[in-house]
């Protein structure tokens, strides 16, 4: 059984594994702050933020060896994007739409929480804006 030191220790060693692997990339995407007082529509604001994440650009060429994300197939060219919720400050990840890595925006496919114990990161599937 998982104990609350255990869970500190998998957080904090996950920094220590994680460092000199991360990359710079821009997460985009629209916040609801509020709502109008007459008309009753969202207001949002958006969202732009600079980020360190782990990076995994999906370089197969072959579709045995590419999968399934949450029923998104997977496919060469698509980035594998894993970010320390802390790198967030509290931007919830429904809220990201796109990033940009290396000068090219990707739209995102999906986005999960992760995490053992407690959630502490989130792995996002995006795909090349043509």
Do not use: C
């Not at 994680?18 to 007459?38: L, V």
């Not at 009753?40 to 600079?50: R, S, T």
């Amino acid at each position: 059984m998982l104990t609350e030191s255990d869970v500190a220790w998998i957080k904090a060693n996950r920094k220590e594994i994680t460092k000199n692997r991360t990359r710079p990339i821009t997460i985009y995407g629209e916040s609801k702050t509020g709502e109008h007082p007459i008309t009753g529509e969202p207001v949002v604001e958006p969202i732009e933020k600079d980020v360190q994440a782990l990076v995994t650009e999906i370089t197969s060429a072959f579709k045995f060896d590419v999968g399934l994300v949450n029923g998104v197939e997977v496919e060469k060219g698509d980035l594998w994007v894993v970010i320390d919720l802390d790198e967030l400050d509290g931007i919830a990840p429904s809220d990201i739409k796109k990033i940009e890595y290396l000068d090219e925006k990707y739209r995102i496919l999906a986005a999960d929480r992760e995490g053992i114990g407690i959630h502490n990161r989130v792995t996002i599937v995006a795909r090349k804006i043509s």
